[in-house]
């Protein structure tokens, strides 16, 4: 016999997996399509040319130098983005609250701000900045990654400071810093150790934003990938629409990967 | 104070009931019966099935066999919202967006109740929860005891035929909890609802119930008084997880157990006779200071009019025993004292 | 050296960083906007935002972005409470939050070459339906390169943005609060409308503001779409850091640029506020 709460229980699950069903349909298709595009031969044969060059690097970097750029650029802007979003973002948020607590609105509320700054907006502003920057250390592309870090900053810091109100960072450091321990020691051996997952996921989004990030690299004149990608798209559109999706598949896998490491709260049985 | 309209209990009877969640059996023939306006304790260990048995009687969960009978009645196609029980939840069941008052108000609106009659009803449960005057609070301005009185209040303000109570306290400290207990207690004499009050905590199920239910694995072991089930635990079980017990030694022979040399009468029957374990209280061992004897003092530890000694036996093993405070001076540690046993009835279990 | 400059040197590097980059940006889009070709103030900028073709813009940017927030969000909601029936780490739910994630945050260019390859003129389904049913999808005109497009393509992505920033208040509601309702006697079209509408709405509408300001900002799609005209702000300030024909337009860009800023500051406020009601309820 199936009792009321077990019929109900199916009920729902029937609507998860008819929502699901069908959304899932509506947004494979559009990425299906694309795939179905990169293999579309001569004469509506099947053929994977497009995805065997995409991994004969050397072949790829001659047939299409732009796409080579704009991929060796983005590779080095999501390096050194993701690294200067840590070394910038980390330190500040733990000191900030171990130190300066007063600051702590005021910092918050410059890492939000770019929320409510367009990266269309901010490209107006960044033009004249970059025109200092390139007068400093040239204009290579590698350069965005400082605009990128702006960009990153509400995404790490949200997940930063997460992973802090987790702990009691201050009794962890009084208690370091009362067995002897520096600021430096503190913070390597103490703190990281112990938002370590909230760092990785600050990382990966970075990483996400940086592979994604078009605005800003086309208004400046710069290469990265989707840049490159859009500008193939319109002379050999299969090759970009390739380069796209599996640019696309790698950030979700990041983030599929990213979900097994944050550690989320636990629900309480049955739904709402 | 101000007096509700006094709902007669109903009875309740859970029969054979079962229940599997995956490979655990949660519920595994569970027979209870309440009487109309009895309050009976569920006591267990954690995953005992409590919850899910006092959750199948509220219609929340569904049993995979047995009957639910309450008024005599089976309810079992009675989906939640029309079995009119009254439920208490560990915590958070509070809606966050009504004030305590509104939330009191929420059964009685459903049933139809004007305004103004639920008004004036919300208010006089919270006066007799004992909070009226944070009747415009929001549960985020309600400390945790305050919380819990508006559950409380909540689930009385609608009359229902049965209380459902879950661990209600067990998010409360010490001291509000044994306030909060004895209201309970003094509320549901008052209205007479008959009422299910899960716990795991053994000193609250022995203070408030009418009857104690003890649970394992998803079978009620025993159920009776708590005086009774404290005297004459049935098993071993329920002599262990209720009060505490020293596991001592024994011989089991044909008129009762030799324990310490002492001959103890022994409640339970169906052991073998032979070396078992008796399960002995602290207040049946008495000690004795005597510089001839071979048994030790090791610990003392104060609990205000009483103290409970740990004493060493030749052999190593540990018994508690518990004295009045006031003996303590002539019992300190390393003590050479002699132990007795008082001829109180035990529970035997064979040997682990 | 006192303790207090010592701690104060800590947040030097962070803030002469986010100064250089984020303020001063913000400062020169703000004080440009009010300055002339020749560095003088004035207000020709900001009143050149009345001309036609930027008032077209701004309403279409803002019908593009409403329409979309509120198919975004109510689509996105009802996927999101599709997730939450399913056990918190189940494989459904890890697959689907980490596709929302990328797709809300990582679309630009690739979703905009993703419909070309769906609907646009060659693409798999307009051949499809041509060949297979007959039915030209474009028998109307093309409209997938303009506003219509846009709207289903920023609807692609806006879904999934609702899901990643509503999936935590649909956590936050309590199975304890249903089943309360429940056992005093309520239905579930009663809890819906009483406790869990109630409760979430706060948090509905703010992400729905949220998805506007997201669509309003939104540049890289459109930009990749859209190749000829400026229907919508984002593009009109492209041509105007682009044109080098009409000089003088640069400070009207800062001007527009301005406009956005105080459009999505204005709907970012209100959502903040409103996220707050949502934490004390559902945290
Ligand atoms: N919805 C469920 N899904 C799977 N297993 C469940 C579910 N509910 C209960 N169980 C399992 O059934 C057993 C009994 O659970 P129950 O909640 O009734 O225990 P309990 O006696 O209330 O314990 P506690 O004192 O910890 O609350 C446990 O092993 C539990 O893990
Ligand atoms: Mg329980």
Partial sequence: MAGLVRRRARRQAVLRWVVVGVLSFVFLLPLFALLEFTTRGPGDTLTWDTWRLLVDWPALEETYPVLWTGMKASFWLVLLSVALTLVLLVPTVVWVRLRLPRLRRLVEFLCLLPLTIPAIVLVVGLAPVYAWVVYFVGGSSVTLFLAYTILALPFAYRAIDTGLSAIDVRTLAEAARSLGAGWLTVMWRVVLPNIRSAVLSAAFLTVALVLGEFTIASLLNRDNLQVAINQLGKSSATISFAVSLAALVLAFVLLYLLSFVGRRRRRERSVP | ?352 | MSRRLRDLLGVVPFFVFVGVFLVIPTLVVAIGAFLGDDGRATLDNVTALADGYIVQAFVRSIVLSAVTAILGAVIGALLGYALVTAEPDSTVRRVVTSACGVLAQFGGVTLAFAFMATIGLSGFVTLFLRDSLGVDIFAGGVWLYDLPGLVLVYTYFQIPLMVIVFLPALDGIRPQWREATESLGGSTWYYWRRVAGPLLAPAFIGSTLLLFANAFSAYATAAALVSQGSPIVPLQIRSALTSEVLLGRENVGKAMALGMVVVVAVVMALYALLQRRTSRWLD
């Fill in chain 2, 1 to 352: 104070m101000t007096t509700t309209a006094v709902s007669t209990g109903v009875a309740v009877r859970l029969e054979e009931v079962s229940r599997r969640f995956g490979t655990v059996q949660a519920l595994d023939g569970l027979d209870l019966d309440l009487a109309p306006g009895e309050l009976v304790a569920l006591l267990g260990p954690s995953g005992c099935g409590k919850t899910t048995a006092l959750r199948i009687l509220a219609g929340l969960e569904d049993a995979d066999s047995g009957r639910i009978l309450v008024g005599g009645k089976d309810v079992a196609g009675v989906p939640v919202n029309r079995r009119d029980m009254g439920m208490v939840f560990q915590a958070y069941s509070l809606f966050p967006h009504l004030t305590a008052a509104e939330n009191v108000e929420f059964g009685l609106r459903l049933r139809r109740q004007s305004a103004a009659a639920r008004r004036r009803r919300a208010l006089e449960m919270l006066e007799l929860v004992g909070i009226g005057t944070h009747a415009a609070r929001f549960p985020q301005q309600l400390s945790g005891g305050q919380q819990q009185r508006v559950a409380l209040a909540r689930a009385l303000a609608i009359q229902p035929q049965v209380l459902l109570l879950d661990e209600p306290l067990s998010a409360l400290d010490a001291k509000v909890r044994l306030q909060l207990r004895d209201e309970i207690r003094r509320i549901q004499l008052e209205v007479g609802t008959t009422t299910l009050f899960v716990t795991h905590d053994q000193e609250e199920a022995l203070a408030l119930a009418d009857r104690v239910g003890v649970m394992q694995a998803g079978r009620l072991e025993q159920i009776g008084s708590p005086e009774d089930i404290y005297r004459n635990p049935a098993t071993p079980f329920v002599a262990s997880f209720v009060g505490l017990s020293n596991r001592l030694a024994g011989v089991l022979g044909a008129d009762g157990v030799s324990v310490l040399g002492t001959p103890l009468p022994v409640l339970n029957a169906s052991v073998a006779p032979g070396p078992v374990e008796a399960l002995v209280r602290p207040e049946s061992v008495d000690l004795t200071a005597d510089p001839l004897a071979d048994a030790r003092v090791v610990a003392v530890s104060f609990l205000g009019p009483l103290a409970r000694v740990t004493v060493s036996l030749p052999d190593e093993t540990l018994v508690v025993a518990q004295v009045s405070s006031a003996r303590l001076a002539d019992l300190p540690p390393g003590t050479a004292v002699r132990v007795t046993l008082l001829p109180i009835p035990v529970v035997v279990s064979s040997p682990r």
